[in-house]
């Protein structure tokens, strides 16, 4: 399957003193792609291309701007912090809790186990769900999928815990995120094409 390439469409830079171009690129599957290359030395050595995706309407859509390196370098530390947080955060409820947490559902039936995950089925997965996880790689993995920062609220709610460092952990690990998503929509905002 071969690509087809547009001829390369000339912007100018952030600088102003050149250029940067875009080149469309699409095959018979209609798949599509663009490519950004920055054709100014100077803004080559300042700048590097940001790329996100956005939803609309269901559809994923890439969108391309260039923004000064020394952001995309905070935004990177600050991914860093956030990354190393959530691992600890998993090693934590992992090392003082995951016995716990397994013994609690030992014996039950697994239409107990995933309406006490659930709340009888107000979050997810579904029921049907729930089963095709664990036949495919076994309740006790399922379960070891809950102790991480993403369901540590389903963890906390079902062993009652009140832990004031894992509360802690908690609380660093989201308000990183929220700096990481304020970091990236500031990003978004200065991005220039
Ligand atoms: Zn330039």
Request: aromatic share 10%; hydrophobic share 30%.
């Amino acid at each position: 399957m071969s690509w087809e390439e547009s001829n390369p469409k000339s912007h100018p830079c952030p600088c102003g003193k050149s250029e940067y171009v875009v080149i469309h690129r699409s095959d018979d599957w209609g798949r599509f792609e663009e490519r950004w290359e920055m054709r100014c030395p100077r803004c080559n050595t300042d700048y590097g291309l940001y790329t996100y995706h956005l939803n609309h309407k269901g559809m994923t859509e890439t969108h391309y701007g260039w923004v000064k390196k020394s952001l995309l370098q905070e935004l990177a530390e600050l991914n860093r912090q956030m990354e190393d947080q959530k691992e600890g955060l998993r090693t934590y409820l992992r090392m003082h809790y995951g016995a716990k947490w397994l013994q609690h559902f030992r014996g039950k039936t697994k239409k107990a186990v995933w309406s006490e995950l659930t709340r009888d089925g107000q979050v997810y997965p579904s029921l049907s769900t729930l089963y095709a996880h664990i036949r495919s790689s076994g309740l006790e993995c399922v379960l070891e999928g809950y102790l991480n920062h993403q369901n540590v609220s389903t963890v906390t709610r079902i062993l009652e815990l009140n832990d004031v460092k894992l509360t802690k952990l908690i609380q660093i690990v989201r308000e990183l995120e929220r700096i990481v998503n304020q970091k990236e929509r500031h990003i978004r905002q200065q991005a220039i094409g």
